[in-house]
């Protein structure tokens, strides 16, 4: 396989990849159209002796391809229209893509996801409520909790009664406003400290496909026995520039800025572009 950065071709392979032909929880993607996964979960050790499913990460880690074993992600904002877009960085870290630093917190041990602990979610302050866990998943739509979490949180935001299930869709007018509302903070677990981190409406507030617009907060119903847990997906990847760091077990977020200026895309997902670097070691290698 070939990739293109900026300049030189990487040969990259053998890289396997594994169809699905049905996707479990489906209500993670009911509403979302792509075309195809990347893979950059972090694999069960059963999976890969199984049926080889090996992600393209693991694989540029184990040929020595990567200056830092680790991704970056940066998504443009939804209300951002122009040609810059996105981008996934493996081996590095653009300074042009956030602002500050990133603040790093370790994955939950054995977890075999990109989950990481989490204290609790408040709305402008005000506890909604705790929950112990939250998984980062760039192939999700929304933002996921427990039913009664999400009911609480929405039900804060807006102030009126909201269903309990099912997306909460905005009145005309609750949409004019969208900017006075209050900001969702997720407050995580770093060391024996707590670090907070906010998300604002204009983040939260998405447009469904019949031109609805409805919060980001939706409803995950786990079975009996399960532990329950949030899904941070591509309303939060939009606000924070979020690196993956597979070499030390842990995600790093930063706010993200609010547009950069690429030059070229050579991937592209949705609507979206995307651009897709490598950043690899200096020697040249020559492909077997």
Known sequence: ??????????????????VYRRVVPRQFYINLPYDG????????????????AVPIWMTLMNQGLLRINLFSLYLRNYYFHGNDGGSLIFGGVSQEHYEGHHQYFDLVDNSNQWKI??????????????CDKVLIDSGCEYIYGPPHIIYRINRQILGREVPL?????LTHDEAVGILDWPHVSFN???????????????NYV???ADGRYISAFRPLVFQPGDEAYFVLGLPWLRRYHTVFDFGQERIGFALAKLQVSCTRFIVRMRQLPLLLLICGV???RQPS
């Open 206 to 208: 998405i447009a469904d």
């Open 165 to 169: 299930y099912g997306p909460t869709i």
């Open 282 to 284: 200096e020697a040249e």
């Open 117 to 130: 602990h989490m204290y609790s979610v408040s709305v402008a302050g005000h506890l909604a409520q705790y």
């Open 1 to 18: 396989m070939m990739l293109g950065p900026m300049g030189n071709l990487v040969m990259v392979g053998p890289q396997e990849f594994v």
């Open 37 to 52: 996964f990347v893979g950059l979960g972090l694999p069960l050790p059963a999976n890969i002796d199984a049926v080889g």
């Open 188 to 202: 995580f677990i770093e060391g024996d400290e707590d670090a907070s981190l906010t998300i604002p409406p204009e």
